[in-house]
């Protein structure tokens, strides 16, 4: 059993940024993705990386503006949101999934999951 944790989250102006942070132990045996779920909307993938560090996107635009890392000694993931704007709000999740290369960010791959962090864009 992998128990995921998220911290970083808060109330930030637009155009700011934030640092999300997933810990766990055992951790660095999986790889690791970042999800949010808006107010009234379901929830969608970010990012994953994997045990190596190899990254994938959802889209474009998170690519753009979310970068992921981790730290395998530390056992944690990192979530940097730059450039954040008001449909940023959201709570968002990490979750593990077994495969050593992250395999995307479909929610049924991973069978971990944290219980997530708030983050309020607003001025």
């Known amino acids: 059993q992998l128990h995921l944790v998220e911290s970083g989250g808060g109330l930030v102006q637009p155009g700011g940024s934030l640092r999300l942070s997933c810990a766990a132990s055992g951790m660095e045996h999986y790889s690791i993705g970042w999800f949010r779920q808006a107010p009234g909307k379901e929830r969608e993938g970010l990012v994953c990386i994997g045990v190596n560090g190899d990254r994938r996107d959802a889209t474009d635009s998170v690519k753009a503006r979310f970068t992921i890392s981790r730290d395998n000694t530390k056992n944690t993931v990192d979530l940097q949101i730059a450039g954040l704007k008001p449909e940023d709000t959201a709570v968002y999740f990490c979750?593990?999934?077994?495969?050593?290369?992250?395999?995307?960010?479909?929610?049924?791959?991973?069978?971990?999951w944290g219980q997530g962090t708030q983050v309020t864009v607003s001025s």
């Open positions: 979750a593990a999934d077994l495969h050593y290369f992250c395999q995307g960010t479909a929610e049924e791959a991973f069978g971990f």
